[in-house]
């Protein structure tokens, strides 16, 4: 079980809430993005890494082992979900991100119904950034994309963006 964090510098973990899994879920994303968000300003790097969460508030915590393919960690990944019965999961990692220079951009549409992978975009087209993402069991789903910027001094990040609704594709649902 996750224990909230006592080192005063920092909000501690709120509670959860058994009555309402999903605000828990939510508060609990918002609180590990400004954690991540630190650590990322801290270290100027963040391994990915999931939090798993029953319906009444359990969690625990899986990294990627060294050397496991993405592909068997995630079949991996899904399987423990099902197993331990989640309610929902936490995502903590960096990633490459489309961030849409308009709204209703339709490239951005493609990589968020997966027809098209980040990955796949020209240099300019895509950035770093330190994501933090949630789902529930129930199909609820937010992401907070904080772009990275490397300069020659070190790393920030910009500010977090937040996408609610279902995301398909690499970032589509673990359930």
């Known amino acids: 079980m996750l224990s909230p964090m006592k080192n005063p510098s920092h909000k501690p973990m709120p509670p959860w809430d058994k009555s309402d899994p999903a605000g828990s879920l939510r508060r609990l994303g918002e609180w590990y993005c400004d954690r991540a968000r630190g650590m990322f ?3 100027g790097s963040h391994v990915e890494i999931y939090f798993l969460f029953t319906r009444d508030g359990q969690g625990t915590m899986i ?4 050397g496991m393919a ?4 995630m079949a991996n990944l899904q ?3 099902k ?5 929902g999961v936490i995502q903590i990692g960096e990633v490459w991100a489309y961030i849409p220079p308009r709204p209703n951009d339709h490239t951005y549409r493609q990589v968020l119904e997966g027809e098209i992978k980040v990955s796949e975009l020209k240099e300019g087209d895509k950035t770093e950034a330190l994501m933090i993402r949630y789902q529930s069991s129930v199909g609820e789903q937010c992401a907070w994309v904080n772009p990275i910027q490397r300069t020659g001094a070190g790393v920030s990040l910009g500010d977090a963006i937040e996408i609610q609704g279902e995301a398909l594709g690499r ?4 359930f």
């Open 63 to 66: 990294q990627i082992p060294p």
């Open 41 to 43: 300003l801290k270290a």
């Open 79 to 81: 399987g423990t979900i």
């Open 83 to 87: 197993a331990n019965n989640a309610y």
């Open 171 to 174: 970032y589509g649902s673990l």
């Open 70 to 73: 993405r592909e068997a960690f």
